[in-house]
Every structure is written in C-alpha cells, then in structure tokens.
Nanobody, 119 residues
C-alpha cells in the first residue's frame, strides 16, 4: 500500500534536461520494483525505466543513454534524470510501484507530471 506523487515536469527545449521525482508515502525499500511510464496523446502508455530494490535498472530503447532512474530509500523517492530531451519525449510521466503481496501483484500509480519538449 503506497501513494505516489510525481513532480518536476515542465516545458523545456530540445537538448535540455529535467529531473522527475516520485515521492512515496512510505518506505520504498521493501518495494521490489518501481518504474516510470509515460503516455503521449494518442499513444499507449509505455514503460520508460524500472529499478529493483537491488538497483538493477531497465530502460526502453528510446531512452537508453539519455535517462537515468535511481532511488533514494532514505527519502522514499525515485528519480528519473532526463537529459538530451527530444520532442518525442513529450508525454505525461507516471510513477509506478509494483508490490507482491499474498501471492498477487498490485500496481500503484501516481497522478502523473507533464513533460513537454518543444522549441
């Protein structure tokens, strides 16, 4: 059981950087998998990056080398450092926590934060 709040989105020009934050309502140390998803208008929600409790990371091909996901358990926060932003990165970015409880998987979502990359 966790509530997630994203922040850090905004309007930037191509090539610039943003850091998104996902603040959790409780310790994230026990959450095995936290992820960032994004959804652009007219497109399906897609996985951008994931990080396990052991700091193993996974990235979508479209963001490899540009985005970096990290977690700070002491602050109950997951970050997405976004650099070399492109117009196609424009989307609402959502934080996700996947929790295994009583043999079932549960997904928790934040409200999303808008990222717009435009000149």
């Amino acid at each position: 059981q966790v509530q997630l709040v994203e922040s850090g989105g905004g309007l930037v020009q191509p090539g610039e950087s943003l850091r998104l934050s996902c603040a959790a309502s409780r310790s994230i140390a026990s959450i095995n998998l936290m992820s960032w998803y994004r959804q652009a208008p007219g497109k399906e929600r897609e996985l951008v990056a994931s990080i396990t409790s052991g700091s193993i990371t996974t990235y979508a091909d479209s963001v490899k080398g540009r985005f970096d996901i990290s977690r700070d358990n002491a602050k109950n926060t997951v970050y997405l450092q976004m650099s070399s932003l492109k117009p196609e990165d424009t989307a609402v970015y959502y934080c996700n926590a996947r929790i295994n409880w009583a043999g079932s998987l549960y997904d928790y979502w934040g409200q999303g934060t808008q990222v717009t990359v435009s000149s």
